[in-house]
C-alpha cells in the first residue's frame, strides 16, 4: 500500500520564479493538507484540500495557491518566489475530516 | 506567536538515558499528538492523546496528557540511538476543525553510543 508520495524531492529555483510541487494521497485517502516546514521549526499549515476545494487555509499569502484533482492528488503553486520560501514542503492526507494522518517525505525547495 | 511550546529544544543523551521532553499551551486541545521526523523525511505520528490525564505506553515511550489539556509529555527510557530524531506535538487549533493542526516548536533529541 503506498504512502504519500511527493515530487520532486529537491528543487532549486530563483527568486521571482514559480514552481509547482505535486502530491499523491495515500491509498483510501480524500483530504490532502499542505505544510511548510522550515529549517529547525515544526511545519506551519498552509491549506486543505477536499473535494476539489479549498477547505481551510493557514496564515500565507495569496501567492500559495493549490489545486485537487478528481483522483485525490494535490497541486502546491508558489509564485514570485521569495528567499523566504526556503523550506521543506510538507504534504498530508487523511481519510474525510479526521486527522489521522499519513505524511509524505516533503519537497526541499531552495530559493537563490 | 507559537501556540504548543516545545522543551527542551535540543536533547543530547547517551544510550541507556532516560528524557523527558514537554509540550505546553496556555490554550486546551480536544486532543494532542506526537511525531517523530527523521532527516529528510516526514513527521511520523507516535499516538494520539483524547482524554485528560490519559497515559499512553509505546514500547519505551510513554506519553500523558494533562489533566486541564494544555499540556503533554514524553517520556523515553533508555533511550537507544535509533530514538534519534525531531520530537513534534500537535494539535487541533481550538478555533479550527479537527482536520487542521498546529505543531509545536520542536525538541531535536540525539542519543549517542
Known amino acids: 500500500d503506498a504512502g504519500v508520495t511527493q515530487s520532486p524531492t529537491h528543487l532549486i529555483k530563483t527568486r521571482g520564479q514559480q514552481v509547482t510541487l505535486r502530491c499523491s494521497p495515500k491509498s483510501g485517502h480524500d483530504t490532502v493538507s499542505w505544510y511548510q516546514q522550515a529549517l529547525g521549526q515544526g511545519p506551519q499549515f498552509i491549506f486543505q484540500?477536499?473535494?476539489?476545494?479549498?477547505?481551510q487555509r493557514g496564515n500565507f499569502p495569496d501567492r500559495f495557491s493549490g489545486h485537487q484533482f478528481p483522483n485525490y492528488s494535490s497541486e502546491l503553486n508558489v509564485n514570485a518566489l521569495l528567499l523566504g520560501d526556503s523550506a521543506l514542503y510538507l504534504c498530508?492526507?487523511?481519510f474525510g475530516a479526521g486527522w489521522g494522518y499519513t505524511f509524505g517525505s516533503g519537497t526541499r525547495l531552495t530559493v537563490v | 506567536t507559537q501556540l504548543l511550546e516545545q522543551s527542551p529544544q535540543f536533547l543530547s543523551i547517551q544510550e541507556g538515558e532516560n528524557l523527558t521532553v514537554y509540550c505546553n499551551s496556555s490554550s486546551v486541545f480536544s486532543s494532542l499528538q506526537w511525531y517523530r521526523q527523521e532527516p529528510g523525511e516526514g513527521p511520523v505520528l507516535l499516538v494520539t492523546?483524547?482524554?485528560?490525564?490519559e497515559v499512553k505506553k509505546l514500547k519505551r515511550l510513554t506519553f500523558q496528557f494533562g489533566d486541564a489539556r494544555k499540556d503533554s509529555s514524553l517520556h523515553i527510557t533508555a533511550a537507544q540511538p535509533g530514538d534519534t530524531g525531531l520530537y513534534l506535538c500537535?494539535?487541533?487549533?481550538?478555533?479550527?476543525?479537527?482536520?487542521?493542526?498546529?505543531f509545536g516548536t520542536g525538541t531535536r533529541l540525539q542519543v549517542t553510543l
Open positions: 498530508a492526507s487523511s
Open positions: 484540500y477536499y473535494e476539489e476545494e479549498e477547505r
Open positions: 492523546v483524547v482524554t485528560g490525564g
Open positions: 500537535a494539535g487541533p487549533l481550538p478555533t479550527g476543525t479537527a482536520s487542521k493542526l498546529t
